[in-house]
């Protein structure tokens, strides 16, 4: 039986919102956050998830193992405003049963 994770994400207001994912679902960070509705419509995944804007960038907060940034995302970090050094693209984090815990913070708006 698949189980949903735990994750921490605060939204562009600061508010922190503790929610579950599915891991059977094949979503990623970015769908989540659409999905519970942690930033308006059309501010969040605006090119559907395929690297092409940063709309979805987040802050890795926690010590999480994630997957190697592929070259089109660290591409669009290069150009992306308010880059940190633990910039993500959320639609490039799959939700999988090792993010259990993970805790994440959703960039400013560019």
């Keep these: 039986m698949e189980q949903d994770v735990k994750i921490t994400i ?47 960038q987040c802050y890795v907060k926690s010590d999480h193992e994630l997957p190697e940034m592929q070259d089109d995302e660290e591409a669009m970090l290069s150009e992306a405003f308010y880059v940190e050094d633990n910039s993500r693209l959320g639609c490039q984090i799959q939700i999988t049963p090792e993010l259990d815990g993970l805790e994440i913070e959703l960039a400013p708006e560019s």
Aim: hydrophobic letters at 40%; proline letters at 4%; a negative charge.
């Design 10 to 56: 605060t939204d562009r207001e600061g508010v922190t919102h503790n929610i579950e994912a599915p891991t059977d679902m094949a979503m990623n960070i970015m769908e989540v956050v659409r999905a519970y509705e942690l930033a308006p419509e059309g501010t969040i995944g605006v090119c559907g998830g395929m690297a092409m804007c940063a709309s979805c």
